[in-house]
């Protein structure tokens, strides 16, 4: 739940930015990138949303003011760099980011709307910039860090550090790996979504029809179902290619045949191409899954579990040869916390149905099979292998080196990009404008970080 509403304050931020710059004040401008009074209290609002009574540094306006003025400096030494990213990789984490906040609102657009005042094509379309921005601010850092690692004696020496009263308390926490199986779709299912997609398209071709009615009425698409269908605008190379081939073959008012992708049966509807852009509706009719197709899959999956029991294969090779769970297949099937990006779970962050799978089970044991449902809606299967389980205990190098190791390294990191951004700083326009710095121009200014960038902005020509 924190999760979601972290992103929930991120976009209501965003999607309130256009009314505040009527009367917004630039606060500073590094190279070409601006830098507004609005931007440190929508971050101000959002650290203090995050904060869960923990105690506010003071001047954390400041701080957040270093930190804009450091991304405006590596975005600015991208430029430079011609760092790029791509349309489709933008489009992704928008699609990600606006799905994952319709599924907190149990899919419903309206409510959506009513929060912020935006469609979620809209949404999408007005966090663009954004969206760029954040990535390139990655792979900027991805670049410049891509050399630092750390040694076994920096990692003794960064634990050491660490006051003895100090040092963190770890709860249980298991690591474990998994095989999935995903049930296929059967040939009569497959036909049938086929055919109603056929009749649908019959019937806005031959009987005009409203296309945005039998989207509403239809479509499986739930986000763009209550549009009408709407997609709203689209980058070329975003869309999956046998849809996005169909489109760009469409004129503007033209609606395609049935057009068969990854997600099942659609209707294009072309409404408007601006160059390598455009505005399509869709009606998307998915094949169903039936009761089955399921069991098929949990019977198969069960079938390599007896395999694995029966030390006919290992439990890595059934992974490498059978599993369909592609993230967790690259990783030898670990499956990852998505609270942390680790390969460790408090027995409190894991899914029920695991957790009892789990229960009662040694190093080594692996799991009856699990029916578990994605994000999305799918209903799959897995077997989970328990790789460990740690009691309850003050951290150590022994038991936590990989923790440990992480967190000298995230410090280690953090070190070089400071020195490489103060390095950076004479080299690129800077200015201040302290006079805009308003009622917290006092909290601002006593911020030591701060001092830097001011000495730059008096020094410039």
């Given at each position: 739940m924190?999760y979601?509403?972290t992103i929930?304050m991120?976009?209501v931020?965003?999607?309130t930015?256009a009314?505040r710059?009527q009367?917004?004040?630039v606060?500073a401008?590094?190279g070409?990138?601006i830098?507004l009074?609005?931007?440190?209290?929508?971050q101000?609002k959002?650290?203090?949303?995050?904060?869960?009574?923990?105690?506010?540094?003071?001047?954390?306006?400041?701080?957040?003011?270093?930190?804009?003025l450091?991304?405006?400096?590596l975005?600015a030494?991208?430029?430079?760099?011609s760092v790029?990213?791509e349309?489709?990789?933008?489009?992704?984490q928008l699609?990600?980011?606006?799905n994952?906040?319709?599924?907190?609102m149990?899919?419903d657009?309206?409510?959506?709307r009513?929060y912020y005042?935006?469609?979620?094509?809209e949404?999408k379309?007005?966090m663009?910039d954004q969206?760029?921005?954040?990535?390139?601010?990655?792979?900027?850092?991805?670049?410049?860090?891509?050399?630092?690692?750390i040694?076994p004696?920096?990692?003794?020496?960064?634990f050491?550090r660490?006051p003895?009263?100090?040092l963190?308390?770890?709860?249980s926490?298991?690591?474990?790996?998994?095989?999935?199986?995903?049930?296929?779709v059967?040939?009569?299912?497959?036909?049938?979504?086929?055919k109603?997609?056929?009749?649908?398209?019959?019937q806005i071709?031959?009987?005009?029809v409203d296309?945005?009615?039998?989207?509403?009425?239809?479509?499986?698409d739930?986000?763009?179902a209550a549009?009408?269908?709407?997609?709203g605008?689209?980058?070329?190379?975003t869309?999956v290619p046998?849809?996005e081939?169909?489109?760009?073959?469409?004129?503007?008012?033209e609606?395609?045949?049935?057009v068969k992708?990854?997600?099942g049966?659609?209707?294009?509807?072309?409404n408007?191409?601006?160059g390598?852009?455009?505005?399509?509706?869709?009606i998307?009719?998915?094949?169903?899954?039936t009761?089955?197709?399921?069991?098929?899959?949990a019977?198969?999956?069960?079938?390599i579990?007896n395999?694995?029991?029966m030390d006919?294969?290992?439990f890595?090779s059934?992974i490498a040869?059978?599993?369909?769970?592609?993230?967790?297949?690259t990783?030898?099937?670990?499956?990852?916390?998505?609270m942390t990006?680790e390969?460790?779970?408090?027995?409190?962050?894991?899914d029920p149905?695991?957790?009892?799978?789990?229960?009662?089970?040694?190093?080594?044991d692996?799991?009856?099979?699990?029916?578990?449902?994605?994000q999305?809606?799918q209903?799959?299967?897995?077997?989970?292998?328990?790789?460990?389980?740690?009691?309850p205990h003050v951290a150590?190098?022994?038991?936590d080196?990989?923790?440990?190791?992480?967190?000298?390294?995230?410090e280690?990191k953090?070190?070089?990009i400071a020195?490489w951004?103060?390095?950076k700083?004479?080299?690129n326009y800077?200015?201040?404008k302290v006079?805009?710095l308003?009622?917290?121009s006092?909290?601002?200014?006593?911020?030591?970080?701060l001092q830097?960038?001011?000495?730059?902005?008096?020094?410039?020509?």
């Amino acid at each position: 739940m924190k999760y979601f509403l972290t992103i929930i304050m991120v976009l209501v931020a965003i999607a309130t930015q256009a009314q505040r710059q009527q009367v917004d004040k630039v606060i500073a401008v590094v190279g070409g990138n601006i830098i507004l009074q609005s931007d440190i209290e929508s971050q101000y609002k959002l650290y203090q949303s995050q904060r869960q009574g923990i105690d506010e540094p003071e001047n954390m306006r400041c701080i957040i003011l270093e930190q804009l003025l450091a991304n405006g400096l590596l975005l600015a030494e991208a430029e430079k760099d011609s760092v790029e990213v791509e349309d489709s990789e933008i489009n992704t984490q928008l699609d990600s980011r606006i799905n994952q906040i319709l599924q907190y609102m149990n899919n419903d657009v309206t409510k959506f709307r009513e929060y912020y005042n935006m469609r979620p094509s809209e949404m999408k379309d007005f966090m663009r910039d954004q969206m760029r921005d954040q990535l390139l601010l990655q792979r900027m850092q991805a670049q410049i860090m891509a050399t630092v690692d750390i040694t076994p004696k920096e990692v003794k020496e960064f634990f050491e550090r660490i006051p003895r009263d100090s040092l963190p308390y770890f709860n249980s926490e298991v690591e474990l790996a998994e095989i999935v199986i995903k049930p296929e779709v059967n040939a009569v299912e497959d036909a049938r979504a086929r055919k109603l997609a056929r009749n649908l398209l019959l019937q806005i071709v031959e009987d005009s029809v409203d296309f945005g009615v039998l989207a509403k009425k239809y479509s499986d698409d739930p986000g763009s179902a209550a549009l009408g269908g709407e997609l709203g605008s689209q980058p070329r190379g975003t869309l999956v290619p046998a849809f996005e081939e169909a489109a760009y073959q469409l004129k503007k008012g033209e609606v395609s045949d049935v057009v068969k992708s990854v997600f099942g049966y659609h209707i294009i509807k072309l409404n408007e191409r601006l160059g390598n852009t455009i505005n399509c509706s869709h009606i998307l009719i998915r094949p169903s899954v039936t009761n089955e197709d399921r069991q098929v899959a949990a019977d198969h999956l069960d079938s390599i579990r007896n395999l694995i029991m029966m030390d006919t294969i290992s439990f890595s090779s059934a992974i490498a040869k059978y599993s369909q769970e592609e993230f967790s297949k690259t990783r030898a099937g670990r499956i990852m916390n998505p609270m942390t990006g680790e390969g460790f779970f408090e027995l409190g962050d894991i899914d029920p149905e695991i957790y009892f799978a789990i229960d009662g089970l040694v190093i080594g044991d692996i799991s009856k099979v699990i029916e578990y449902r994605t994000q999305s809606g799918q209903k799959q299967f897995r077997i989970v292998k328990l790789l460990n389980r740690t009691e309850p205990h003050v951290a150590n190098l022994q038991d936590d080196y990989s923790k440990i190791r992480m967190a000298a390294l995230e410090e280690k990191k953090n070190n070089y990009i400071a020195s490489w951004v103060d390095k950076k700083i004479k080299d690129n326009y800077i200015e201040i404008k302290v006079e805009n710095l308003g009622v917290h121009s006092s909290e601002t200014m006593a911020c030591d970080g701060l001092q830097k960038w001011l000495e730059v902005n008096v020094l410039r020509p």
